[in-house]
């Protein structure tokens, strides 16, 4: 009888988990896949990161707003109908390739409607960790650990996956697997049966902008969570484009998709190292020098890597950026989780998901640009170097210390 309880208890959390598997599948799949067909189109950089750039709008102006839909109707609901809706709009692009030219205008119209629904899914479940951690007895360090893990697992299969059904495919027909995962993940969400915890809410909830703009309010009062944000916009800012246009171009150039895969698959399956080492890590260093680890670490592996070494030192080099990478994520959540209230939580990590796609959409059209005018080495490595400056700037800044307080 004992051991049908621990299962019961467990059970959510590992339907919660299947459920983040075949979703970040699905979205890192497509964080392949768009950028490659842009540059199928037109042959262009600047074209793919206006693309990437333009399909981030949705997701800056309307992720506020999915916070509050979070933490007002549900974070199992929510799971639920972003993944689903957001499988039945990848399946736009094979039907609008099949039946018409797949265009620019539209390659960005079906990304805008995708992009507008997709981070519901992963936020709401990010807010739902600890519903289904503390019935399964787990420390926060742990269930967030386990979760990054998984999620980096996903995310180490998809580009992988995405490549080589390109290479054999096409890349239009990609998208019915890519619809297929993220359909699967809100199925498996429909299955999660967890008392979600609710705080009292004291602020005005007939007004939905004031709601929503809660989040915000409690980033800028909580030093420990606005220096992770200052750190994960860094990273967005300067990082991200060099996965989503940078190396698309170098490999599109070489005509490999399988080498791009293989990078980008070498730095996830590493951060899931990075990600369930996550609380034993903690028991030997404060959260403070995780980050300073972290943010560090990864801008001294790219250094390297914007020489463009041959495809075995790629790899290498992308795997400890990963390791790097990889305890990254847990320690946000984490911290997100012990110092914001229950009803506050889907908006703040809401804004998370803001910074990430507000974060390219600043930098991700001038990076392309300047790969076609300078080439892909010369600004691989003043993105490096800009990001080794931000780690040194987020490591000796005086909030730093409000992670451990």
Not at 344 to 349: A, E, L
Request: charged content about 10%.
């Amino acid at each position: 009888m004992s051991e049908v309880i621990v299962q019961r208890k467990l059970a959510p959390f590992i339907i919660m988990q299947l459920s983040s598997v075949a979703s970040v599948i699905s979205g890192s799949m497509t964080f392949i896949a768009i950028p490659w067909i842009a540059l199928e189109i037109t042959g262009s950089a600047t074209s793919a990161g206006l693309v990437v750039a333009s399909t981030a709008i949705p997701t800056l102006l309307l992720a506020p707003f999915l916070g509050s839909f979070i933490d007002k109707f549900g974070r199992q609901k929510t799971a639920v109908g972003a993944e689903i809706i957001a499988g039945f709009v990848a399946l736009l692009i094979p039907i609008v390739s099949g039946l018409w030219q797949l265009t620019i205008p539209a390659l960005i119209a079906i990304g805008i409607m995708k992009a507008a629904v997709t981070p519901g899914g992963s936020t709401a479940r990010k807010s739902l960790i600890p519903d289904v951690a503390k019935p399964a007895g787990m420390t926060l360090d742990r269930a967030n650990s386990i979760h990054e893990g998984l999620f980096a697992s996903g995310f180490a299969v998809g580009p992988a996956l995405a490549t080589f059904l390109i290479a054999s495919i096409g890349s239009a027909n990609t998208f019915f697997v890519i619809a297929g995962f993220a359909i699967l993940s809100g199925l498996f969400a429909i299955f999660i049966r967890a008392q979600e915890q609710h705080d009292e809410v004291k602020e005005d909830e007939g007004n939905l902008f004031v709601f929503a703009m809660q989040g915000f309010k409690v980033l800028f009062s909580n030093p420990a969570i606005f220096i992770m944000m200052a750190a994960i916009m860094a990273l967005a800012v300067i990082y991200l484009p060099t996965e989503m246009v940078v190396l698309p171009a170098y490999y599109n150039a070489l005509e490999d998709p399988e080498g791009l895969g293989a990078a980008i698959s070498a730095a996830a399956f590493a951060s899931v190292f990075g990600a369930l080492g996550f609380e034993w890590i903690h028991k030997r260093l404060s959260y403070a020098n995780i980050l300073r680890v972290g943010i560090l670490g990864i801008g001294l592996s790219m250094l390297p890597m914007s020489t463009l070494p041959d495809q075995w030192a790629m790899v290498t080099f992308f795997f400890t950026l990963g390791l790097a990478w990889g305890p990254l994520l847990p320690l946000l959540n984490t911290v997100i989780q012990e110092r914001i209230p229950a009803d506050k939580r889907g908006r703040v990590f809401a804004l998370e998901m803001t910074v990430w796609n507000a974060g390219p959409l600043i930098s991700m059209v001038a990076v392309g640009a300047a790969v076609d005018a300078y080439g892909v080495g010369a600004v691989y490595t003043v993105l490096a170097v800009g990001v080794l400056i931000a780690g040194v700037f987020v490591s000796f800044n005086k909030y730093i210390k409000e992670l451990d307080v």
